[in-house]
T-cell receptor
Framework: GAGVSQTPSNKVTEKGKYVELRCDPI?????LYWYRQSLGQGPEFLIY????????DSGLPNDRFFAVRPEGSVSTLKIQRTERGDSAVYLC????????????????FGPGTRLTVL | GDSVTQMEGPVTLSEEAFLTINCTYT??????LFWYVQYPGEGLQLLLK?????DKGSNKGFEATYRKETTSFHLEKGSVQVSDSAVYFC???????????FGAGTRLAVHP
């Protein structure tokens, strides 16, 4: 079946502009995650949704970053007043809860959106 | 806070050589441990996992054992192939949480 898809694959914007990055999870996956990967680094957690609600947004770096998932499927990561330091690859992952302790739900990653802020 | 430290790359090996990529972690509670791989031009894929102490994860000839006493999860493969060239990430999920915490990644280059 289809994997996690992200659009656009590349986004170039100017400092101070607003951007939206979209994630389409695997059908039926209730959990959705956003990560940010800077050059030469491992992915860094931003936010986790369980259904429509943000269950953990502790990784959002500041209030310029916001994410929504209004119908429990597609999610949009929104960045206001972009800064050059926001340049990175933004990764989305989804998983389907398996339940039962110790529970782990494999996270399937999308190809990412490469954001460049000039 | 919780963190993962893995050996710096790049690691350069000849085909059929033995591979070890070291990974140690700091975590409270009982984390689950993972190795993810990123092949050139592709997205992150789960390679293997272990959810409790002394568990051994294995896949595609790769192995890693969850060592609580040394807080380690070293990745090994007995005989690497050119097709194993990729970036390998060690990661954990803190006990009771779903978010992945990644190491910085180790680039492996295998030459014929």
């Amino acid at each position: 079946g289809a994997g996690v898809s992200q659009t656009p694959s590349n986004k170039v914007t100017e400092k101070g502009k607003y951007v939206e990055l979209r994630c389409d999870p695997i059908s039926g996956h209730t959990a959705l995650y956003w990560y940010r990967q800077s050059l030469g680094q491992g992915p860094e957690f931003l936010i986790y949704f369980q259904g429509t609600g943000a269950a953990d947004d502790s990784g959002l770096p500041n209030d310029r970053f916001f994410a929504v998932r209004p119908e429990g499927s597609v999610s949009t990561l929104k960045i206001q007043r972009t800064e050059r330091g926001d340049s990175a690859v933004y990764l989305c992952a989804s998983s389907h809860p398996a339940g039962g302790p110790p529970s782990y739900n494999e996270q399937f990653f999308g190809p990412g959106t490469r954001l460049t802020v000039l | 806070g919780d963190s993962v430290t893995q050996m710096e790359g790049p690691v350069t090996l000849s085909e059929e050589a033995f591979l070890t990529i070291n990974c140690t972690y700091t975590a409270t509670g009982y984390p689950s441990l993972f190795w993810y791989v990123q092949y050139p031009g592709e997205g992150l894929q789960l390679l293997l996992k272990a959810t409790k102490a002394d568990d051994k994860g294995s896949n595609k000839g790769f192995e890693a054992t969850y060592r609580k006493e040394t807080t380690s999860f070293h990745l090994e493969k007995g005989s690497v192939q050119v097709s194993d060239s990729a970036v390998y990430f060690c990661a954990l999920t803190p006990g009771g949480y779903n978010k992945l915490i990644f190491g910085a990644g180790t680039r492996l280059a295998v030459h014929p």
